[in-house]
């Protein structure tokens, strides 16, 4: 209920302010623009970089102190599957800002059964790399 002192111009006149709070808020928000894309051959260079160094058991959360660091967050990679073999595809697709790249892996599962799996990420290189599966 809306008390009689608060008439419709005064709660038009709150809603005008609120309206306009907010549109300025957006326009603050808008000056920074996206991010730039992705270089498809720092993508290519990173994610061979993890692959490599899942294959050979090394340790993932040290690419992060690299320079560049590179953060990848495939979740195969870190609950005990192993990478026996990789084979990345040719080329790449942009993903909005990001970079997609297809690898054709043997990856080896905790029972020790080895499956042939196509695998595609998604890799930021800007302000940091992130490899991420799709």
Not at 19 to 38: E, I, W
Not at 100 to 116: F, H, P, Q, S, T
Request: neutral net charge.
């Amino acid at each position: 209920m809306i008390p009689r002192s608060f008439g419709c111009k005064s709660l038009a006149r709150s809603l005008a302010g609120a309206a306009l709070l907010l549109a300025g808020a957006g326009l603050l928000g808008c000056g920074r623009g996206l991010p730039p894309k992705a270089s498809p051959e720092d993508a290519r260079q990173a994610l061979r970089l993890a692959l490599n160094a899942w294959q050979q058991g090394d340790s993932l959360e040290a690419l992060s102190k690299g320079r560049p660091a590179v953060y990848f967050n495939d979740p195969k990679a870190h609950d005990g599957r192993r990478l026996m073999s990789y084979e990345m595809e040719d080329g790449y697709d942009y993903f909005g800002q990001s970079v997609r790249v297809r690898v054709n892996a043997m990856l080896e599962g905790k029972d020790g059964d080895v499956v042939e799996r196509e695998l595609t990420y998604i890799i930021d290189t800007s302000p940091v790399i992130v490899i991420i599966p799709d």
